[in-house]
C-alpha cells in the first residue's frame, strides 16, 4: 500500500525509460556545476556593460588588483552566459527542418567561441596581477578554479594544485587541490589512485560539505567500477547525507540514488532490499516512482526478466 502512489505515477509514464548509460559516462551536470553551484548567469548584454565598466575603473585605479579580480569573475560569468544561449541555440536547431536549422547552428558556434574567449580573457586578466599584490594570494585561488574549466587547460591547472598543496593550509583549498588531482586519475582511469585522492578530500578536516559530498560521489564510481559494490552502495548513500542542505545538494542526491539503483542491479537484490534503498533515498514520491522504473528496466535491459517480474510484484503487494 505505502507503493500505491508510486505505481500510480508509474502508470501514467507515457515515455519508456531510456537504456543505462555506461558506467564511465559523467553525471548530469558539469564538474563544476556539482561542485561550485552558481546562480544563473546575467544577461550577456547586461554583463558586457558591468565588464566595460570594470575594465574602466581598472584602469583609472592606482590599486587596480582587486577589481580585476572582480572583472575575472563578471567575463567568466558572461562564459556562462554564452553557454547557456549555446545549449538554446542547440536545442531549437534539433525542432526545426534540416534545411532550416544552419542560422540556429551558427548563433551556437558564435556562442562557443565567445565562451572561449571570455574565459581566456578572465585567465589573462587574473594573470596579470602581480605577485607583490596584496590581492595576489585571491587572484591565484581564482585562477585555480577557473583553469579547471578547459580541458585544453589540464596540465596548467593540476600544477596549479600541487603549487596549492606545497603551500596552502585552508581546508577549503586543500581538499579542492586533492579533488583535482582525483579527477585527473579518473579521468585516466588510475582508479586506485583516484580513490586516494577521493579519500585525502575526505580525510581533509574542515573541508566544506560541497566538495566532501562531491568528492564521496566520484569516490563512489570508483568503487563501482572496482566492482566493489557493497562499497559502493554505502558511499552512494554517504553522498546523500553529505548533500543535504548544500547549494548542489539537491542535483548530487538526485545523482546518487539513481546511481544507487544502478549498484543493487550489479548486487542483485531482493525486491525487497531495492525497495528499502529508494525509500532511504528520497522522500520525493515522483523520484522515487522514476527510480522504480529505472531499476525495473535495467533489469529488464541486462537480461534478469525473473528478477523484473519479482520487483513489479513486490510494488504490487
Known amino acids: 500500500m505505502r507503493w500505491l502512489v508510486l505505481l500510480s505515477i508509474l502508470g501514467c509514464a507515457s515515455a519508456p525509460t531510456p537504456a543505462p548509460a555506461d558506467p564511465s559516462d559523467p553525471p548530469e551536470g558539469s564538474e563544476t556545476e556539482l561542485l561550485r553551484p552558481r546562480d544563473a548567469p546575467g544577461e550577456i548584454a547586461g554583463l558586457g556593460d558591468t565588464i566595460r565598466r570594470l575594465e574602466d575603473l581598472a584602469?583609472?585605479?592606482?590599486?587596480?588588483?582587486?577589481?580585476?579580480?572582480?572583472?575575472?569573475?563578471?567575463?567568466?560569468?558572461?562564459?556562462?552566459?554564452?553557454?547557456?544561449a549555446e545549449m538554446t541555440a542547440l536545442d531549437a536547431s534539433f525542432e526545426e527542418p534540416a534545411e532550416a536549422r544552419g542560422a540556429s547552428e551558427a548563433r551556437a558556434q558564435e556562442h562557443a567561441t565567445a565562451r572561449l574567449a571570455d574565459l581566456e580573457e578572465a585567465r589573462r586578466v587574473l594573470e596579470s596581477i602581480e605577485p607583490s599584490s596584496s590581492a595576489f594570494d585571491e587572484a591565484r585561488e581564482a585562477r585555480f578554479w577557473l583553469l579547471a574549466e578547459r580541458r585544453e587547460w589540464e596540465s596548467e591547472s593540476l600544477e596549479a594544485a600541487r603549487e596549492l598543496l606545497e603551500r596552502e593550509t585552508r581546508p577549503s583549498?586543500?581538499?579542492?587541490?586533492?579533488?583535482?588531482?582525483?579527477?585527473?586519475?579518473?579521468?585516466?582511469?588510475?582508479?586506485?589512485?583516484?580513490?586516494?585522492?577521493?579519500?585525502?578530500?575526505?580525510?581533509?578536516?574542515?573541508?566544506?560539505?560541497?566538495?566532501?559530498?562531491?568528492?564521496?560521489?566520484?569516490?563512489?564510481?570508483?568503487?563501482?567500477?572496482?566492482?566493489?559494490?557493497?562499497?559502493?552502495?554505502?558511499?552512494?548513500?554517504?553522498?546523500?547525507?553529505?548533500?543535504?542542505?548544500?547549494?548542489?545538494?539537491?542535483?548530487?542526491?538526485?545523482?546518487?540514488?539513481?546511481?544507487?539503483?544502478?549498484?543493487?542491479?550489479?548486487?542483485?537484490?531482493?525486491?525487497?532490499?531495492?525497495?528499502?534503498?529508494?525509500?532511504?533515498?528520497?522522500?520525493?514520491?515522483?523520484?522515487?516512482?522514476?527510480?522504480?522504473?529505472?531499476?525495473?528496466?535495467?533489469?529488464?535491459?541486462?537480461?534478469?526478466?525473473?528478477?523484473?517480474?519479482?520487483?513489479?510484484?513486490?510494488?504490487?503487494?
Open 173 to 317: 583549498l586543500v581538499s579542492a587541490a586533492h579533488l583535482r588531482l582525483a579527477e585527473h586519475f579518473f579521468i585516466e582511469a588510475d582508479l586506485e589512485a583516484a580513490l586516494e585522492g577521493y579519500d585525502r578530500v575526505l580525510a581533509t578536516e574542515g573541508a566544506d560539505q560541497q566538495t566532501r559530498a562531491y568528492a564521496s560521489y566520484k569516490r563512489a564510481w570508483v568503487l563501482y567500477n572496482l566492482s566493489r559494490f557493497e562499497d559502493a552502495d554505502r558511499a552512494f548513500a554517504d553522498v546523500i547525507t553529505l548533500a543535504e542542505g548544500n547549494p548542489g545538494g539537491p542535483q548530487l542526491v538526485r545523482e546518487a540514488a539513481k546511481d544507487r539503483i544502478r549498484v543493487h542491479v550489479s548486487l542483485q537484490s531482493s525486491p525487497e532490499r531495492v525497495l528499502t534503498v529508494i525509500t532511504e533515498s528520497t522522500e520525493d514520491a515522483e523520484l522515487r516512482a522514476t527510480l522504480a522504473n529505472r531499476y525495473e528496466q535495467m533489469l529488464r535491459d541486462t537480461g534478469q526478466l525473473a528478477a523484473a517480474d519479482a520487483f513489479r510484484a513486490a510494488l504490487l503487494r
Open 59 to 84: 584602469a583609472r585605479s592606482s590599486e587596480p588588483a582587486p577589481i580585476l579580480i572582480r572583472l575575472a569573475e563578471a567575463l567568466q560569468e558572461r562564459a556562462a552566459a554564452h553557454s547557456r
